[in-house]
């Protein structure tokens, strides 16, 4: 890398390629896999930088940052697919002839119950929130 191009490079990015590099020379197999941590680094920074200016300036391979990158892209997508703690449905929502819904719900010592409640009204939700409520207390 020439000195022109090292000066364009953030800080960030310099210091990664030097831990990369100082690990490399250390691995008596040079076709040693990278460890998880500076792939995790390395998405991070990428996500920052950009693709390319990150693959090149960790002289890593653009197809396999990509990759890396892009299964990061996923997990994070579907960490962030949580189910909601509380749904509030009011009778404008509620359809004539009815509602299909699951209810689910976690009580003490790891018992969780779940009902499929299909074809009921509101007047049959409110009553059912009524009675587990009440029986919560």
Same mark, same amino acid.
Not at 83 to 104: D, L, Q, R
Not at 109 to 118: L, Y
């Given at each position: 890398?020439n000195t ?7 800080l960030?990015? /310099?210091? %990664?390629?030097?831990q990369?590099d100082l690990?490399?020379?250390q691995q008596?197999n040079?076709r040693? $896999? ?7 680094q390395?998405? *991070? ?7 390319? @200016?990150t693959?090149r300036?960790?002289?890593? @391979?653009y197809?396999?940052? @990509?990759k890396?990158?892009?299964?990061a892209?996923?997990?994070? /997508?579907? /960490?962030?697919?949580t189910e909601?703690h509380?749904?509030e449905?009011t009778?404008?929502m509620? *359809?004539? #002839? #009815?509602v299909?819904? *699951? ?6 010592h790891?018992?969780t119950? $779940?009902?499929?409640?299909? #074809?009921? #009204?509101?007047?049959?939700l %409110?009553?059912?929130a009524g009675v587990? $409520?009440? /029986? $919560?207390?």
């Amino acid at each position: 890398m020439n000195t022109k191009q090292s000066t364009n490079i953030p800080l960030a990015l /310099s210091q %990664a390629r030097h831990q990369l590099d100082l690990w490399r020379s250390q691995q008596p197999n040079k076709r040693t $896999r990278l460890p998880k941590e500076f792939w995790q680094q390395a998405v *991070t920074l990428a996500q920052e930088h950009g693709l390319n @200016k990150t693959a090149r300036a960790l002289n890593v @391979k653009y197809d396999s940052l @990509k990759k890396h990158l892009d299964q990061a892209d996923v997990q994070s /997508s579907v /960490s962030l697919k949580t189910e909601p703690h509380f749904i509030e449905v009011t009778p404008s929502m509620m *359809t004539s #002839g #009815g509602v299909e819904c *699951t209810i689910e719900w976690a009580e003490g010592h790891n018992a969780t119950v $779940r009902m499929h409640i299909k #074809g009921a #009204g509101v007047s049959e939700l %409110a009553a059912l929130a009524g009675v587990l $409520r009440s /029986s $919560r207390t």
